[in-house]
């Protein structure tokens, strides 16, 4: 079992709201990669987070955000939340981002409503 | 940008039979293809990858192919058990360029006992 955790493990909202969720990475691993999965499709890369610097964004509007702290645990942040926001959200670390084995994290189910 | 498509969408096999599972992909620039597997309400766990100086790798049961020629590659499991049962996702990625995964849609694969 890998060590990256998430919380919270679920989460309900209302649109308009906003939220912050939370990743610890795996010991050692200076990289964590955001990931929204929408059910019964595969994740959508966010953005990734190197040494507390944004190091690379898929194609995400600027509500959603994040950071990297010295620790490199790391948030998502995600504002004004619309209904179609409902999914899980998946962070993964790695030892750094040019080395590109990734270990997934449980996952915080988000539903907007 | 990157594009991977997989199929099938759903596979079911006889417990003992083997299971492959295509993806191919858009970029060529693209060097590292890992899968993972993920069962339902868990996280995606990393079962294999290749990247792209060789054209197979072996790992007991689970084996994966690619043609750069073709931009494919291929997840084989041999000897399928019930507790392969799960979501298979493929995904592509330009290793040393600390870019995100683009991942397939995925393939339910369902082993019969």
């Known amino acids: 079992e890998t060590g990256v955790t998430q919380s919270p493990t679920h989460l309900i909202k209302t649109r308009g709201q906003q939220v912050t969720l939370r990743c610890s990475s795996q010991s050692g691993h200076n990289t964590v990669s955001w990931y929204q999965q929408a059910l019964g499709q595969g994740p959508q890369f966010i953005f990734q987070?190197?040494?507390?610097?944004?190091?690379g964004r898929g194609n995400f509007p600027p509500r959603f955000s994040g950071l990297q702290f010295p620790n490199y645990s790391s948030e998502l942040n995600v504002n004004a939340l619309e209904l179609d926001d409902s999914a899980l959200y998946l962070c993964?670390?790695?030892?750094?981002?040019?080395?590109?084995?990734?270990?997934f994290g449980p996952g915080t189910r988000l539903l907007v409503l | 940008g990157e594009n991977v498509e997989q199929h099938p969408s759903t596979l079911s096999v006889q417990e003992g039979d083997s299971a492959v599972i295509k993806c191919t992909y858009s970029?060529?620039?693209?060097?590292?293809f890992p899968w993972y597997k993920q069962e339902l309400g868990k996280r995606p766990q990393l079962i294999i990858d290749?990247?792209?100086?060789?054209g197979e790798k072996k790992d007991q049961r689970i084996a994966v192919t690619l043609n750069k020629t073709a931009k494919h590659f291929s997840l084989h499991i041999t000897e399928t058990q019930p507790e392969d049962s799960a979501v298979y996702f493929c995904a592509a990625s330009m290793e040393n360029y600390g870019q995100n995964f683009v991942f397939g849609p995925g393939t339910r694969l369902s082993v019969l006992p």
């Open positions: 987070y190197y040494r507390e610097e944004e190091n």
């Open positions: 970029d060529s620039a693209s060097n590292y």
């Open positions: 993964a670390s790695s030892w750094d981002y040019l080395r590109e084995t990734q270990y």
């Open positions: 290749i990247r792209s100086n060789v």
